[in-house]
DNA sequence: TCAAAAGTGTTTTGGATACACCCATGG
DNA sequence: CCATGGGTGTATCCAAAACACTTTTGA
């Protein structure tokens, strides 16, 4: 050791973006610091690594601490350390994200868990550290991901609609999908189990549920079957409302 | 700081996965080890950073002792920070991947560069720490990133031929791709400069050299194009000879 | 009966694949 | 003149894209 021990005077640590959807948005769970430094600006849960723990580990604690679940989808995505991120010393952070199903979210009793709330990822700006540079390498990473591979059941209850899916879809992507196209494409993987059952309480025509079938998906991809979803040069989705007839002030 | 003294123990290294191309086979730079620990293994290029230094600076500090070479392709792939990993202490790595010209290296008069060697990737095992498994992540990584950006060209010398250029991808992909279709894609993504020239002093018809347009691709960039090659279903690349009519004993 | 979202098929188009022969050079 | 890789075109297939109306429910 003798000649390195310069070196062994850093920290590290864990910052783990947490995705939900929830009405048609897609929501990131952050807190509110309550101590220096930053104090008084949302930031993304973290917490330094315990000298005998995994990297994995420590981000699957800081999930558990701020929202009571387990066995949820992680992913290590990228590490930040520049000299001056930190003004307690050298602390370099491994981004993570993970995917939750924000229905199956409660409060959590712990201090830290009160002091978090949602907000939509295309809305938040101005966090604490550079968290919104790893918000923003997180989204991105979401981005390739969903197109890739079959998790964003992960974000939806285990009972869904196709229509649910799709906006689910749109909103990661940031774009919109043809409905008509979209439902064949998905339902022609062959993933989803049709449950048979339908909604209750809409004011329109109830929408089929949907669950995914991860055991088909696991035999699909042993089969060489690879998940993806083309790159649609499409238009950004528009906020839908052009000058219909509302007077403006002239 | 008081409180989180504790977490300032550690140390953290980069680790670089330099790959290079030659005679049809991708390479690995590896240092064969003359100290403690893994005494006489090789192993992966790396060392800590310093305490002023950013991650970036630091693999390319790494990389530049090691070739002498600057403003090469660099990326960071993954973290890795098991707590046993090292021997002297609690040592994460953050893993970069680079991309040089095999004909640019030159060996540096370093002590360290002496110790260095190409390796073919396929053929990599039994490297020091975890470092293999580190080796894996940046190749799978690489092989993502061929198909989705204009980067096979950091590996080639200025001016290449087609076939060139396909048995790289072909290298990287561990695959075989036909000729024909290849050149039509390649060709039709108008990223390439004909160079109007030929080799020289090859026993057969000499073909045209190439030159990877980057200004061009910047442009595309900029209007919306997207590089993309298909992953492909093929066959595993194979020794292309079946029984012919060697004789089989019935 | 109205509003609101669910659900559904066909045609067109473009890109991926498969495939085989002649060409230019050095030895 | 032979061996070696260079270079080229077409037909087929499949998946993506474009596109509009009817159905079911609650209010």
Same mark, same amino acid.
Request: proline share 4%; aromatic share 12%; glycine share 6%.
């Given at each position: 050791? /003798?000649?390195f =021990?310069?070196?062994?005077?850093?920290? $590290?640590?864990?910052?783990?973006?947490? $995705?939900?959807?929830?009405?048609?948005?897609?929501?990131?769970?952050?807190?509110?610091?309550?101590?220096?430094?930053y104090?008084?600006?949302?930031?993304?849960?973290?917490?330094?690594?315990?000298? =005998?723990?995994?990297?994995?580990?420590?981000?699957?604690?800081? +999930?558990?601490?701020?929202?009571?679940?387990?066995?949820?989808?992680?992913?290590?995505?990228?590490?930040?350390?520049?000299? =001056?991120?930190?003004?307690?010393?050298?602390?370099?952070?491994?981004?993570?994200?993970?995917?939750?199903?924000?229905?199956?979210?409660?409060?959590?009793?712990?201090?830290?868990?009160? !002091?978090?709330?949602?907000?939509?990822?295309?809305?938040?700006?101005?966090?604490?550290?550079?968290?919104?540079?790893?918000?923003?390498?997180?989204?991105?990473?979401? !981005?390739?991901?969903?197109?890739?591979?079959?998790?964003?059941?992960?974000?939806?209850?285990?009972?869904?609609?196709?229509?649910?899916?799709?906006?689910?879809?749109?909103?990661?992507?940031?774009?919109?999908?043809?409905?008509? =196209?979209?439902? !064949?494409k998905? +339902?022609?993987?062959?993933?989803?189990?049709?449950?048979?059952?339908?909604?209750?309480?809409?004011?329109?025509?109830?929408?089929?549920?949907?669950? $995914?079938?991860? /055991?088909?998906?696991?035999?699909? +991809?042993?089969?060489?079957?690879?998940?993806?979803l083309?790159?649609? !040069?499409k238009?950004?989705?528009?906020?839908?409302?052009?000058?219909?007839?509302?007077?403006?002030?002239?």
């Amino acid at each position: 050791m /003798n000649e390195f =021990n310069e070196y062994f005077k850093s920290a $590290f640590t864990v910052d783990n973006v947490i $995705f939900g959807f929830d009405e048609g948005d897609l929501k990131v769970l952050l807190i509110k610091r309550g101590e220096d430094p930053y104090r008084g600006k949302w930031g993304l849960p973290g917490y330094f690594v315990y000298p =005998n723990e995994d990297l994995d580990t420590a981000a699957i604690r800081v +999930l558990e601490e701020l929202t009571g679940l387990r066995n949820v989808f992680l992913e290590q995505v990228k590490t930040f350390g520049s000299v =001056n991120r930190h003004p307690f010393g050298r602390v370099i952070t491994v981004a993570y994200f993970s995917l939750i199903k924000i229905s199956h979210y409660t409060l959590q009793p712990s201090s830290i868990a009160r !002091k978090a709330k949602w907000h939509s990822v295309s809305e938040v700006t101005g966090l604490a550290f550079d968290h919104d540079e790893i918000l923003k390498a997180c989204f991105h990473r979401l !981005k390739w991901l969903v197109r890739s591979r079959p998790v964003g059941f992960e974000l939806l209850p285990p009972k869904f609609t196709l229509t649910e899916l799709q906006h689910l879809y749109e909103a990661i992507l940031e774009t919109s999908l043809d409905k008509r =196209n979209f439902r !064949k494409k998905i +339902l022609s993987m062959d993933l989803l189990i049709d449950l048979d059952e339908t909604q209750e309480g809409v004011a329109h025509r109830p929408a089929r549920l949907y669950q $995914f079938d991860r /055991n088909r998906y696991e035999e699909l +991809l042993s089969e060489g079957f690879s998940f993806e979803l083309k790159e649609s !040069k499409k238009k950004e989705r528009t906020t839908e409302r052009a000058a219909s007839s509302s007077p403006q002030t002239a």
